[in-house]
């Protein structure tokens, strides 16, 4: 059984194994104390062969930074890697380490140690709970069962899809974050160019949240809000 939270936090949603079973994917209710607006339980499978890739898991995402919220991670068990900061420094976090917190406009990427003795398990949640674009439980839901499937061959990558699905939780990409002669063009131009695929996603009929990754209760209360 996986590690429980600290504050002792129930699953209220999976678990989903995904990216061919190497990643294990919990929603829990966060704590009142965390002002989260999702709270994720995720285990790497360290004897799978896509962790030991680390950095080349398909789940490790581009080097990415978020506007108005901060993602805060704490490793229950075993060890993760993280690429922080415009110098894009590389870390190893364990258990002893405790919480730690990514502001906004922090440039960061994680992924799992390719020769960790054990699996890792970590909690990941995103606050404060009180702001626009924010990233929740249905946000996190669609782009990591869609980012799986495509990896599994289920669908087909549809750039489109994902840049609107990204666009909504106010995440930009990071290209050359060590270029400081390029100033904020570094998530200016990759934030733009995310900007215009979405628009053109929602011109074909697309949506941020896709039906099939989705609950008919929230898909119908997402529908409802955009059309008020």
């Not at 898991?57 to 490793?75: G, I, K, M, R, W």
């Not at 996603?201 to 990754?213: A, I, N």
Request: with cysteine; aromatic share 10%; hydrophobic share 40%.
């Amino acid at each position: 059984m996986a590690p429980e939270s600290p504050l002792g936090e129930s699953v209220i949603s999976g678990p989903f194994s995904l990216y061919e079973g190497s990643f294990i994917l919990e929603f829990l209710e966060p704590h009142p104390s965390r002002d989260a607006t999702v709270l994720i339980r995720a285990t790497y499978k360290h004897d799978h062969p896509l962790c030991k890739q680390g950095k080349g898991h398909p789940q490790a995402p581009p080097l990415h930074l978020h506007f108005n919220q901060s993602e805060t991670f704490q490793v229950l068990q075993g060890q993760v890697a993280t690429v922080e900061g415009w110098s894009v420094t590389t870390k190893v976090y364990t258990r002893e380490d405790g919480p730690h917190e990514i502001k906004p406009w922090v440039p960061h990427s994680f992924n799992p140690v390719s020769d960790s003795p054990e699996d890792t398990v970590l909690l990941v949640w995103a606050h404060p709970d009180d702001v626009d674009e924010m990233m929740d439980r249905v946000f996190f839901t669609n782009l990591l069962m869609y980012v799986s499937d495509v990896h599994e061959k289920k669908v087909s990558l549809n750039p489109f899809q994902i840049m609107l699905t990204q666009h909504v939780s106010a995440t930009a990409m990071v290209w050359f974050p060590t270029a400081t002669w390029l100033g904020p063009l570094r998530w200016w131009v990759p934030w733009k160019v995310q900007a215009l695929f979405a628009a053109a996603g929602r011109l074909m009929g697309l949506t941020p949240m896709m039906k099939r990754y989705t609950s008919d209760e929230e898909f119908a209360e997402i529908q409802k809000t955009k059309r008020t």
